[in-house]
């Protein structure tokens, strides 16, 4: 099989999903993204994707999810007619890399992060919108605002908003074989959005938490059911391809 064979079908298979997740929820189909996340894929690999992906929804621009600062950068120059989404954590000084070349950071950790795109702003004119990324697990291993932090700094985030658009929030489940046990995580996010969106605060700064960034290969379907908006999927795009030959 080709490539593009093999990235058909696997986008077919998620897509199908998304949409089964979407009825069985009760939502719209066109209200989840899929982030096709590119961070391991070689750049044939993404070519292909990207055709696929303009053949199957010629009016969709294919959004690509990457994790560095500097392969983003570099894979957004060399495709610029795609989204590029900043999906892993940004330190302050690859503020400036990614400030014109992504349309989304899913990644923002802190308020001392906040206040570097508030700068890299005002030279640039251009800045990504961003999420608040939450880590609603506990994990230590994982970055992101607690969700006692974000609620406790959450006036001071909004101060920020006259500079940058800050459009939602971003968790990572534990890992686990079992897509069930993500539930409570991405429960527990959608929950967060709701009470700040509840806020006046909030109201008053006009800010609209519309995008929740939830679930990835292995927990995407509860993800989606729990109200996900952009889910990030890497792995499950690009089976099959190392075994592949074109
Ligand atoms: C790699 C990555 C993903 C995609 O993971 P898969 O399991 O390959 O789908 C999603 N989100 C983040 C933050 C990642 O780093």
């Known amino acids: 099989m080709t490539f593009s064979a093999i990235l058909r079908e696997n986008l077919d298979r998620v897509n199908n999903e998304i949409h089964q997740a979407c009825t069985r929820s009760g939502r719209d189909p066109a209200h ?11 750049w044939q690999w993404i070519e292909a994707l990207r055709l696929v992906m303009l053949d199957q929804s010629p009016r969709c ?25 900043l999906i892993g954590q940004l330190q302050r000084n690859k503020a400036r890399l990614v400030a014109d070349k992504a349309t989304l950071i899913h990644s923002v950790d802190s308020v001392r992060l906040l206040e570097r795109l508030a700068e890299v702003r005002s030279v640039h004119s251009f800045l990504p919108g961003v999420l608040l990324q939450v880590n609603v697990t506990g994990e230590l291993s994982k970055s992101g605002f607690s969700i006692d932090r974000l609620q406790d700094t959450w006036s001071e985030i909004l101060s920020f908003s006259a500079h940058i658009r800050i459009v939602g929030l971003m968790t990572m489940a534990a890992e686990s074989d079992d897509p069930e046990s993500a539930r409570p995580a991405f429960a527990a996010l959608r929950n967060l959005r709701d009470s700040l969106m509840l806020r006046t605060d909030t109201a008053s700064h ?12 292995g927990d995407f379907i509860p993800a989606v059911e729990e109200g996900a908006t952009l889910v990030r999927i890497g792995s499950r795009l690009f089976q099959g391809l190392e075994e592949s030959r074109e």
């Open 32 to 42: 989840v993204r899929l982030v096709a996340v590119t961070k391991y894929a070689a």
């Open 61 to 85: 621009r294919p959004v690509f999810g990457e994790n560095r600062p500097q392969q983003l950068a570099d894979r957004a120059v060399r495709m610029p007619d795609v989204e590029w989404h």
């Open 206 to 217: 006009h800010v609209n938490l519309t995008e929740l960034s939830m679930g990835m290969s």
